[in-house]
Nanobody, 119 residues
Framework: QVQLVESGGGLVQAGGSLRLSCAVS????????MGWYRQAPGKQRERVAR???????DYLDSVKGRFTISRDNAKNTVYLQMNSLKPEDAAVYYC?????????????WGQGTQVTVSS
């Protein structure tokens, strides 16, 4: 059983910052990819940032230079530091991880955390 618990969402004014956290617990052997996705009302879910074990992170073009993803492997936690937030960043943000086992990779999703940006 793997659980993802997200935190850090909320309401912020445009130009402000938020830091999202996603803690992974349970039967964890090898967390390969950790990432953040978002979904705004009426839009498809999109990948915001991801970081694979031993690799450099990659970002959605619209957040490059403003968002930073990082991971603490000792804590099985991934973070998303969001600076210079814009109204268009408002969405439900979801954490996703891929855990590799002897039979392959399995993905898990968090429950989502709301980010609201006021103009």
């Amino acid at each position: 059983q793997v659980q993802l618990v997200e935190s850090g969402g909320g309401l912020v004014q445009a130009g402000g910052s938020l830091r999202l956290s996603c803690a992974v617990s349970g039967s964890i052997f090898n967390i390969d990819v950790m990432g953040w996705y978002r979904q705004a009302p009426g839009k498809q879910r999109e990948r915001v940032a991801r970081i694979a074990s031993g690799s450099s992170p990659d970002y959605l073009d619209s957040v490059k230079g403003r968002f930073t993803i990082s991971r603490d492997n000792a804590k099985n936690t991934v973070y998303l530091q969001m600076n210079s937030l814009k109204p268009e960043d408002a969405a439900v943000y979801y954490c996703r991880v891929v855990i590799v086992t002897s039979t392959g990779g399995n993905e898990y999703w968090g429950q989502g955390t709301q980010v609201t940006v006021s103009s």
